[in-house]
């Protein structure tokens, strides 16, 4: 068995004193670590604040003093008291507390952990901040029984996240909300350089990323994930805490080259991932083996500037991802804005590359006009051969609303393709409605599903979701255009996020159960939902009210309890 290859930084403070609950899995932990100090578990923030240095002091002076004196004006955009307020604002970490089920019961099929991950930050920042900055936390919730749960609240224990509580303040850099102005954006640069030079945080060797996007479950380990940094994997204890275990390379390197998309997908024992980069080449494919050995890299040589691309889609044959009007252009950074630049004279395009490729050479790129999207809800080939068909939430304001996320809206599309003719055969809008976050049974990821049904957050402000909507492809362009057949909405006041899909005992697509934790902005309650997918109103079956608060947030999944044992 190939031993797991784990970075761990090497200036974490001292853990405080462990729970005696988890006395033999820390032990188990410890001996199968190359570096015991690398297991954070249950670090309270508040005991990693210590003595600050003269130069961490200094360092957090000259801060404020760029916040207050070299910041451009903050807007409702990029200003932190406008941004965290309401249940954007973050929350303290809660452990495992028993939590009853209010209405109704669990089904007997979703034992389990749901949990999702989201920005929380843990120091509010001085200056600018963007929705995409926040440290991430992670919410699960434990199901064993009818009745009765228990649910927890951690923090991903990052190397940032530890660096900045032994700072006391949050100073690592960000792409969305760094550059507020030419002379704050190049005091914030050389601050940076100092202290990197001073030794009080190494990036390159230990990253910067939050994990504060995504969960993903592949070769019976959990991770926590954001595509500036590898993935930090993640233990769920069976009292129903949940620990970070330290920061994976696969086996390829962990210096600041190194990074992962947040939506890795999963096929026949193998990952299939991306990363992104700043020069060339700016976007490769690669793939994990079932025994954790990241591959070689695959070169995607004719993207000419560095797109900002999220998701992709994997089907029996291809791999299909795009290149999109959002940008990064450095350039930018000289005059104090944000890399990231709306590219109007571009147009899109989606690539269509065979998933056994050992080069780009057979990349087949497709013009998409007016198409710009960060998720793949579903792919798959079509009947006729050469076919590829996507589904998409197309971003109507991506001009606009990716650095701020108030104007997001788009629209789910269903595209096909012709590969060796490399055109765009059809495109259809499936509801008019402000959607993302779409999901799918995953038992149906990557092929054509029987009857079409997806499920969709209803986006109600920002990134809120009011409700949620059933989905049948199979009335895509019919008259009316409208594929919806079931909806429900959450009640006045009260938004969630994105679902997750359970499968249920029966065989059909749609047998199975829709779960996501909503907040009731009125009575300022959390809950978990549990939805019947079947049922023609999306009927609530169970609703379990939380002990404590859940930020509106990102990604999430559901661990069922099979899978639970076979965790590290």
Known sequence: MLQRSVLFPPKFPKLPSLRKENNNLVAKLISNASHPSSISVYLNPKHMNPKQSPLTKIFNSLDDMVSNFLELPLTPSNDPNHLLSGNFAPVDELPPTVCEVVDGSIPASLRGVYIRNGPNPHFVPRGPYHPFDGDGMLHSIRISGAVEAIFCSRYVKTYKFITEAENGSAFFPSPFSWFNGRSASAARFLLTVARVVSGSFDPSVNGFGTANTSLAYFNRELYALCESDLPYQIHLAENGDILTLGRRDFGGGGDMTQRMTAHPHTDSGEVFAFKCNMFPPFLTFFKIDSEGRKGAELAITSIKRMPIVHDFGLTKQFIVFQDLQIEMDPTEMAWGRTPMVFN?????????????????????????????????????????????????????????????????????????????????????????????????????????????????????????????????????????????????????????????????????????????????????????????????????????????????????????????????
């Open 344 to 568: 109007r004279r571009k147009v899109p395009r989606i690539g269509v590359l065979r998933r056994d490729a050992a080069d780009d050479g057979g990349l087949a790129w497709i013009k998409t006009p007016g198409l710009n999207f960060l998720h793949v809800i579903n792919a798959w080939e079509g009947d006729l051969g050469g076919r590829v068909v996507i589904v998409a939430p197309n971003f109507l304001s991506m001009d606009r609303g990716f650095l701020n996320v108030s104007l997001i809206y788009s629209e789910i599309e269903m595209i096909e393709l012709d590969v060796n003719e490399k055109k765009v055969v059809s495109r259809h809008v499936l509801s008019r409605k402000n959607m993302e976050f779409g999901v799918v049974n995953q038992a149906y990821a990557g092929k054509q599903t029987r009857l079409g049904y997806m499920y969709a957050a209803v986006i109600g402000e920002s990134i809120k979701a009011a409700g949620v909507v059933k989905l049948d492809l199979s009335k895509a362009g019919a008259e009316g255009g409208d594929c919806m057949v079931a909806s429900r909405e959450y009640g006045p006041g009260c938004y969630g996020g994105e679902l997750s899909f359970v499968a249920g005992e029966g065989a059909e697509e749609d047998d199975g159960y829709l779960v996501t934790y909503v907040h009731d902005e009125i009575r300022k309650e959390s809950w978990f939902w549990v939805m019947k997918a079947k049922s023609p109103t999306l009927e609530v079956v169970a609703r379990v009210k939380l002990p404590g608060r859940v930020p509106y947030g990102f990604h999430g999944l559901f661990v069922p309890e099979k899978d639970l044992l076979t965790l590290l």
